[in-house]
């Protein structure tokens, strides 16, 4: 069974960064592409970043610059570093083990519970 735990989340002032972790057991990780996606309150979830099994990555335009993200095999754990935080990027973020075809990120139904990031103006 295929769990996820993110981790990392908190209050920051705007400007400010935070580092995202997400942890994952139960499956092969390093033949798994691994995006990251967030919700607002009264949003739907929307795709962040994603790295691929080969480390091709891809942002959405408004992280674009500020948010980096990574994984480590060896840790079964992907990371999401983000810098110069906005007030707008307050969500909860969540990771996904997924796949990528083409340009575009496909998400399995395996979602961890989310970590709370709250950027303060």
């Known amino acids: 069974q295929v769990q996820l735990v993110e981790s990392g989340g908190g209050l920051v002032q705007a400007g400010g960064s935070l580092r995202l972790s997400c942890a994952a057991s139960?499956?092969?990780?390093?033949?798994?592409?691994i995006g990251w996606f967030r919700q607002a309150p009264g949003k739907q979830r929307e795709w962040v970043a994603y790295i691929s099994i080969g480390g091709i990555i891809k942002y959405a335009d408004s992280v674009k610059g500020r948010f980096t993200i990574s994984r480590d095999n060896a840790k079964n754990t992907a990371y999401l570093q983000m810098n110069s935080l906005k007030p707008e990027d307050t969500a909860v973020y969540y990771c996904n083990l997924g796949s990528v075809r083409g340009s575009n990120y496909y998400s399995s139904d395996n979602w961890g519970q989310g970590t709370q990031v709250t950027v303060a103006s």
């Open positions: 139960g499956t092969t990780f390093n033949i798994k592409s």
